[in-house]
């Protein structure tokens, strides 16, 4: 049964929903891959004991994906998605977030004041990005609360929860910072050791080792940083062959997978393909031959910009990889391996 709701800061009954996971990020690539380690190679990836790889693609013969179903979507401008553990997608549209079943069926919704920049989830809450500031929805109580506004002048490009702490990027002020939901204080604060500027449609992800990726579109590459925002390496290259990304702004989207492996989303001639844990190609899942129609960009919110829209992925909780194509406005469903 559908049902409609308005978002209302004092407002229960969000959903009473079961534990949820798994969050969509961006990430590129580089013309030289660095492992966690900082050694350099010059040809491929790296591994996180600096061992060079050389070639960069992969030799072993990869599993190969197959496409479930495609489920239309009554959304008229589909942004961004994340996954939950009972197979539903929240889906952010336009000023509002969705939450759909495996079938597409519309479950749930509420609206907000301004478009729905980003969102994810995880087992307990769910966070949308609007503007300056966070939507906090709490799953066992129903309570929405709004968190903290970033400050004057900010906005929100991504958002991730490590932790009892939630990240996010401030792409007006190309910054990353972070906020402690234990504290009483609940401040933003710098997270002042990252020495590389955020795109402004560049993404982030918990990786391994309790550190952070962050991509950066503009240079195709994803940096790699500890806790406290130390850079420890760099991934991936601009490149025209299978093994390397092209475009202003590809990948537009990733997810890492359990055996700590990437699966990215390129959109223009869309394709979808899996990274190893140090950046290295392993195949190709889907591209133009099965993805017809071009992926476009966001253009009705005036806040977004380049990179933002048109596609993106989320991992399901039995492996399945859902990728968002906004421009056919249609979640398409592969199962892995």
């Known amino acids: ?8 800061d004092s407002r229960r009954g969000f959903l009473k929903g079961s534990a949820c996971g798994a969050t969509a990020l961006a990430v590129v690539g580089a013309d030289r891959a660095v492992g966690m380690d ?7 990836a790296v591994g996180m004991d600096g061992a060079a790889e050389r070639g960069g693609a992969v030799g072993m013969v990869q599993p190969t994906p197959r496409e479930v179903k495609r489920i239309p979507l009554l959304a008229l401008s589909p942004r961004r998605i994340a996954a939950a553990a009972d197979q539903t997608v929240f889906v952010a549209t336009g000023n509002s977030v969705q939450r759909v079943d495996p079938d597409g069926n519309l479950l749930w919704q509420s609206q907000f004041p301004r478009p729905v920049r980003c969102l994810c989830v995880d087992r307990q809450d769910l966070f949308v990005g609007v503007r300056d500031r966070v939507i906090r929805f ?22 991730v929860k490590q932790g009892n702490r939630l990240m996010a990027t401030d792409v007006a002020a190309s910054r990353l910072l972070q906020l402690d939901l234990d504290s009483a204080e609940r401040q933003w604060r710098g997270v002042e050791n990252v020495d590389s500027p955020i795109h402004a449609a560049g993404r982030i992800a918990p990786s391994s080792r309790g550190g952070l990726a962050i991509t950066d579109p503009a240079r195709h590459r994803v940096l790699m940083v500890d806790q406290r925002g130390t850079r420890l390496g760099v991934w991936g290259k601009r490149s025209r062959q299978i093994d390397g990304f092209q475009g202003c702004c590809n990948p537009m989207a990733t997810v890492r997978l359990a055996d700590g492996s990437w699966v990215t989303a390129e959109a223009g001639q869309v394709r979808i393909k899996r990274f190893d844990s140090n950046g290295r190609f392993l195949q190709q899942l889907a591209g133009p031959e099965s993805i017809e129609a071009p992926a476009v ?4 919110d005036p806040d977004l910009k380049c990179g933002v829209g048109g596609i993106d992925l989320a991992l399901s909780s039995d492996n399945h990889l859902w990728v968002l194509h906004a421009a056919a406005r249609e979640l398409i469903l592969y199962r892995l391996g």
């Open 1 to 8: 049964m559908n049902r409609t709701t308005k978002y209302d």
């Open 38 to 44: 900082g050694a350099v190679g010059m040809d491929g």
């Open 138 to 159: 709490d799953f066992p109580s129903g309570d929405s609360q709004p968190l903290p506004s970033l400050g004057v002048g900010c906005l929100v490009g991504d958002i």
């Open 297 to 300: 960009l966001d253009r009705e």
